[in-house]
């Protein structure tokens, strides 16, 4: 379970930190994020980009890095087994480890977190053809035929992510 853990949180986590610290270093409040400023109705564009990157390209995600380019994410690294990349400015970013991890993150939201949380979890539902809304995190979903840990981090802005169960 610890390796879980440290595979789930660790890439989100890394890439939520980047996000935030370089929104601060490129001069936005991390108050008021230009991405989380959508009402609690509207569709955030964190939970659109892991819809279009993550759900859609799962579970080999192995369209995932084109996907993610047309968020704006550019200038992807390496990370051994998978990649990572951002907006120019900060305000989104993906984690990709094929067939395995996919995450995006964004700057803290200002919304109704319980909404946001939940726009999150139909999402998914919708992606798997299942009612879970009424699913705490972290909750578990097959895509096309594959199982997954889903879960929603919100320290340090927002991280959505999705993790091959095993």
């Known amino acids: 379970m ?3 853990r440290l595979s789930l949180y660790g890439m989100a986590t890394m890439a939520a ?5 370089g929104c601060n270093t490129s001069g936005m409040k991390a108050e008021q994020p230009p991405s989380a ?8 564009k964190g939970i659109k980009a892991f819809k279009d990157i ?4 799962a579970p080999s995600f192995s369209s ?3 996907a993610a380019k047309r968020y704006g994410v550019k200038d992807f690294f390496d990370l051994g087994e998978g ?8 305000s989104l970013s993906a ?5 395995v991890e996919c995450a995006v993150t964004t700057p803290a939201y200002v919304g ?3 909404a946001l949380r939940a726009q999150f979890i139909a999402v998914v539902g919708a992606a798997a053809g299942v009612d879970i809304e009424n699913t705490k995190i972290p909750f578990t979903a097959e895509i096309k035929g594959t199982k997954f840990i889903f879960t929603h981090d919100p320290k340090g802005g927002e991280a959505f992510v999705m993790l091959k169960a095993r």
């Open 54 to 57: 993550c759900l859609a390209t």
């Open 37 to 44: 400023s959508m009402g609690v109705t509207g569709d955030y």
């Open 112 to 114: 109704d977190r319980g």
């Open 17 to 21: 930190l980047a996000v935030v610290s």
């Open 64 to 66: 995932a890095v084109p």
């Open 2 to 4: 610890s390796r879980l």
């Open 83 to 90: 990649k990572s990349g951002l907006t120019p400015d900060n």
């Open 95 to 99: 984690q990709i480890k094929p067939a």
